[in-house]
T-cell receptor
Framework: KQEVTQIPAALSVPEGENLVLNCSFTDSAIYNLQWFRQDPGKGLTSLLLIQSSQREQTSGRLNASLDKSSGRSTLYIAASQPGDSATYLC?????????????FGEGTQLTVNP | DAGITQSPRYKITETGRQVTLMCHQTWSHSYMFWYRQDLGHGLRLIYYSAAADITDKGEVPDGYVVSRSKTENFPLTLESATRSQTSVYFCAGLGGINYGYTFGSGTRLTVV
């Protein structure tokens, strides 16, 4: 059974810092990995999607990397801002032969202080 | 266009009542999912559907029923609500250009 772990569970940083959020998964047979952002009381917003054949994806100040063989992904946020404060979730989709159900980590709650 | 629309946003119901949460999609997602989110448990899959008239159980299906007679709608019914079903429910779709998931805004359900 796939298990996804996110470390740290919570992180508080001053504005302007570069930071890294970690995601690890136990079964490397994944189809893709997706990073989401969730604001309090809101739904999940997709940030980045990395296919299993890719090593990284970038969107603005966000960069996500994937090392499938070691079961790890990182989300790098450059020059953090108070508006980045949210919970960040990673989710893995199993290989196609196993269906399309996502397995989520429990998230990292990020607070960026002005 | 949000792609996935859930209704209602908030619902309070009494123990034992039947309640249906609605999910409508406008992007022709083939796969659709229902998750519940609870503190300490994260997101857990309740049911999913690969296409119209094809549904399957997820991790926590007990007490829930789904149907998918049309591709665009995927309602979730709590047949006899219990307090343990107080949660935030999210509907999601899989498909589109990038084959990523799209989530609705959620329904916050309170069972009293």
């Amino acid at each position: 059974k796939q298990e996804v772990t996110q470390i740290p569970a919570a992180l508080s940083v001053p504005e302007g810092e570069n930071l890294v959020l970690n995601c690890s998964f136990t079964d490397s047979a994944i189809y893709n990995l997706q990073w989401f952002r969730q604001d309090p009381g809101k739904g999940l917003t997709s940030l980045l999607l990395i296919q299993s054949s890719q090593r990284e994806q970038t969107s603005g100040r966000l960069n996500a990397s994937l090392d499938k063989s070691s079961g790890r992904s990182t989300l790098y946020i450059a020059a953090s801002q108070p508006g980045d404060s949210a919970t960040y979730l990673c989710a893995v989709r199993p290989g196609e032969t196993s269906g399309s159900r996502l397995t989520f980590g429990e998230g990292t709650q990020l607070t960026v202080n002005p | 266009d949000a792609g996935i629309t859930q209704s209602p946003r908030y619902k309070i119901t009494e123990t034992g009542r039947q309640v249906t949460l609605m999910c409508h999609q406008t992007w022709s997602h083939s796969y659709m999912f229902w998750y519940r989110q609870d503190l300490g448990h994260g997101l857990r899959l309740i049911y999913y559907s690969a296409a119209a008239d094809i549904t399957d159980k997820g991790e926590v299906p007990d007490g829930y029923v789904v149907s998918r007679s049309k591709t665009e709608n995927f309602p979730l019914t709590l047949e006899s609500a219990t307090r343990s079903q107080t949660s935030v429910y999210f509907c999601a779709g899989l498909g589109g250009i990038n084959y990523g998931y799209t989530f609705g805004s959620g329904t916050r359900l309170t069972v009293v």
